[in-house]
T-cell receptor, first 114, second 110 residues
Framework: DSGVTQTPKHLITATGQRVTLRCSPR?????VYWYQQSLDQGLQFLIQ???????AKGNILERFSAQQFPDLHSELNLSSLELGDSALYFC?????????????FGSGTRLTVV | DAKTTQPNSMESNEEEPVHLPCNHS???????IHWYRQLPSQGPEYVIH???SNVNNRMASLAIAEDRKSSTLILHRATLRDAAVYYC???????????FGAGTILRVKS
């Protein structure tokens, strides 16, 4: 157990639907990062939050959005789902900006769009 | 984002040391060198990181070249459980995102 909790572990849904993925960071970590990993793309950075505020954005589609709540958990919302959105979605957390800290990853949510 | 270059794959025998190289010729003075590994269908796992000096922890050692343009992850005695994709990444700190490349697939033979 890495200390980063992601739910659900598996999700199967139909095209056009909307889903929410949840991430609880490791205790004490203020930053949350979302990554997408599909078979042909490797790990792609989506978005980062630090203490409730958006900090950095990667190649995140407009159909996707995220937020970090006061208790520091984060949710990634994926809407108007397409077959190509099927992937593993990982959340990572780190302590805070500043000197470099190790990042802790969760075990991921496997999303299958049918 | 500063880029790293790693071999696509490497093979090792069980119980032998493994040296995984990484080139990062465009590294800046404030970039930390991070290594992560990923087993199939699992999240990446932190291995080690450093700035200028060599680093050791219970998992591995990190040897950083004097000019910092390359580094080597050393697994002292490879086991079958070390078979994974190993990623070498540069991190600017200050909450900057980690950008993953393709990594090195390490195969360990018994």
């Amino acid at each position: 157990d890495s200390g980063v909790t992601q739910t659900p572990k598996h999700l199967i849904t139909a095209t056009g639907q909307r889903v929410t993925l949840r991430c609880s960071p490791r205790s004490g970590d203020l930053s949350v990062y979302w990554y997408q990993q599909s078979l042909d793309q490797g790990l792609q950075f989506l978005i980062q939050y630090y203490n409730g505020e958006e900090r950095a954005k990667g190649n995140i589609l407009e159909r996707f959005s995220a937020q970090q709540f006061p208790d520091l958990h984060s949710e990634l919302n994926l809407s108007s789902l397409e077959l190509g959105d099927s992937a593993l979605y990982f959340c990572a957390s780190s302590a805070k900006p500043g000197r470099s800290y190790g990042y802790t990853f969760g075990s991921g949510t496997r999303l299958t769009v049918v | 984002d500063a880029k790293t270059t790693q071999p696509n794959s490497m093979e090792s025998n069980e119980e032998e040391p493994v040296h995984l190289p990484c080139n990062h010729s465009t590294i800046s003075g404030t970039d930390y060198i991070h290594w992560y590994r990923q087993l199939p269908s699992q999240g990446p796992e932190y291995v080690i990181h450093g700035l200028t000096s060599n680093v050791n922890n219970r998992m591995a050692s990190l040897a950083i070249a004097e000019d910092r343009k390359s580094s080597t992850l050393i697994l002292h005695r490879a086991t079958l459980r070390d078979a994974a994709v190993y990623y070498c990444i540069l991190d600017r700190g200050y909450g900057n995102k980690l950008v993953f490349g393709a990594g090195t697939i390490l195969r360990v033979k018994s």
